[in-house]
């Protein structure tokens, strides 16, 4: 076993874009777990965009991350050491141990993996909390019916993705909004949205307007910016718009302008921020439905997995790029679940 | 009977703020009722914000006001002659007949008001449109809870005084937002607000903290600009803002652009249009609980009441620079039960 403990602090908090001198590598001591304490190796990070959030002092809905200490954030990881009776060595488990290789805890919130279920990376993405994001946003909160068109942006991306196959099967015409040629294939070719909008290329207005003949009952909002204004032209009586993620301006300094709200009133359209925490009472059946959907090929999941600790914050940076494509994930260490199946 | 009916027509449709030569006074000849029709003689005729909308061509949640034709708008009139079975000569009446001195109609939506009930005028007012509008806001989206605060603008006007004073009844702290010292002194001395903020004359922010020492939980949006976007910098977790109306932008011939959404997401915030016409199955409820707290003087109004027909164009304009104070009327002709009354 290793004798060191490869953590990425946080080194400083950004102000506007962060950069990588924000974070700082470091090799710290193993930590050992005392009773009551399981010691996890880190198989898998999960980065979100989210942890901008959590890089700042100010309110938020969770606490920050503290400076000096290793950043936030979920993982997948196999138990080495465990002192507590509910864990046992070689368990896989779904945890929140943040940026580092290895990391003592009480196991409180962590979840044991089954390898036969599904690839316990999933559980970073579409059986995770991007998954289910999308499950009780679009679900709770978008009431989709039968025949109604959805619109979501960063539609490649690990909520997005899944928003848009959900509404897919419930049954309503389903648009992406993307920054890339290959993102807009993707989805359509790949995970069967009906028509994909690159706002990068395209004007948005008359883009969405072609794809969205009878207008835009829901419109699940990722990045905030552009594109909610446009959609909020095209909106139609009585529309929702989970209001997911801003990720266009987690790095403004100062917060840019909004929609006008108009549209809102005179369609008595709603938006709503929402947290996927605040719905817990939902893991079970989402859960279910979506480990028996991406088992039947009807939810598609497409992984980015980059190597390596060290790589963790360019690849965090890339997020506010839309560099990734599809659930951005770090491999911190060797998945055995994976070398197995591959032999 | 007057041989003549004195109109209101909307002359051309306005672009940006409407001005007097947007309207025409003219003498029509006087209409006659066939069978199944009444003719009404127009006692008091409603203004309201939401007529500006009626007035361009564009697509809103109503038919636009036809140019040549009388302005369209609430009246509370009396039928002077009746070949209807359900209305008889005398019978007070609301109705919808728009901007004029008399009107045939098939009684269709007309609903009967009976003066020992409340003053006739209130079916305009605290007991009509702009009462309901306040109701079902604030109950049905808003749901105040009992130590809650709420926050309304145009606090003053028919809309938001009824806020304020429901939302005392259902036992919140209440905070008006208006733009006059004499508006804050009525909201506070006689409506019974807990405080009033005067966005003329007090930075909104400071002010707005100071009044609401336990953040905002509700806040209902009767104008637009500045005052949602200083709110929202004080929204509290699962904060509701119901949206009525947005006064400030009506004349705007490009649509300014809106607050920042992200305290919406952090405070998992709802906002959520809405227009009374949708609520109609709520009108008994709305009745007996607002005509009862009106009978105990717990839900106060105040009317300003313009005399002439011919002085609607101007009042309507002031509508825009907040010159009304409580719930404009136009007196268009004689109120019988008020001369009773008086006597």
């Known amino acids: 076993m290793a004798v060191v403990n490869r953590q990425v602090l946080l080194k400083r908090r950004p102000t506007g874009a962060p950069t990588i001198g ?18 996890c190796r880190t ?18 809905y969770a606490t920050p991350a503290q400076v000096g200490k290793p950043m936030v954030g979920g993982t997948v990881g196999e138990v080495v050491e465990s002192r507590h009776p509910g864990f046992a060595r070689g ?42 994001t999308a499950y009780v946003g679009l679900l709770d909160i978008g009431k989709p019916k039968e025949g109604e068109t959805v619109v979501v942006s960063a539609a490649a991306g690990a909520v997005g993705s899944a928003v848009g196959q959900i509404a897919k099967i419930k049954g309503c015409r389903v648009v992406g909004v993307v920054g890339s ?24 207005v008359q883009a969405l307007e072609k794809a969205c003949p009878r207008g835009i009952d829901i419109y699940f909002e990722n990045v905030g910016g552009g594109v909610l ?26 917060p840019p302008p909004g929609p006008n709200l108009r549209p809102l009133l005179v369609n008595r359209a709603l938006i709503k921020g929402f947290i996927v925490f605040d719905h817990a009472d939902r893991l079970g059946e989402f859960l279910r439905d979506c480990t028996g959907w991406v088992r039947e090929g009807r939810l598609k999941y497409r992984e980015d997995i980059v190597e390596g600790l060290e790589n963790a914050p360019s690849a965090f940076l890339g997020l506010f790029q839309g560099r990734n494509f599809g659930k951005l994930l770090v491999r911190v260490g060797d998945d055995p679940t994976r070398s197995i199946a591959s032999r």
């Open 229 to 254: 204004a446009a959609v909020l032209r095209l909106i139609n009586p009585n529309a929702r718009i989970p209001l997911c993620g801003l990720i266009s301006e987690y790095n403004a300094t100062t």
């Open 91 to 132: 368990d896989f488990v779904l945890g929140y141990d943040g940026w580092q290789a290895y990391a003592v805890s009480q196991g409180v919130g962590a979840r044991k993996l089954d390898p036969k279920q599904a690839p316990i990376s999933t559980a970073l993405g579409v059986l995770g909390m991007p998954g289910m």
């Open 43 to 60: 198989i898998y990070l999960s980065l979100d965009p989210y942890m901008r959030g959590r890089m700042n002092e100010g309110r938020s």
């Open 181 to 204: 040629r290959e993102k807009c294939e993707h989805v359509v070719k790949e995970l069967g949205f009906d028509a994909c909008v690159n706002h990068k290329a395209e004007d948005l």
């Open 22 to 39: 924000d974070f700082e590598v470091v090799d710290a001591p193993m930590p050992a777990p005392t009773e009551g304490e399981i010691l």
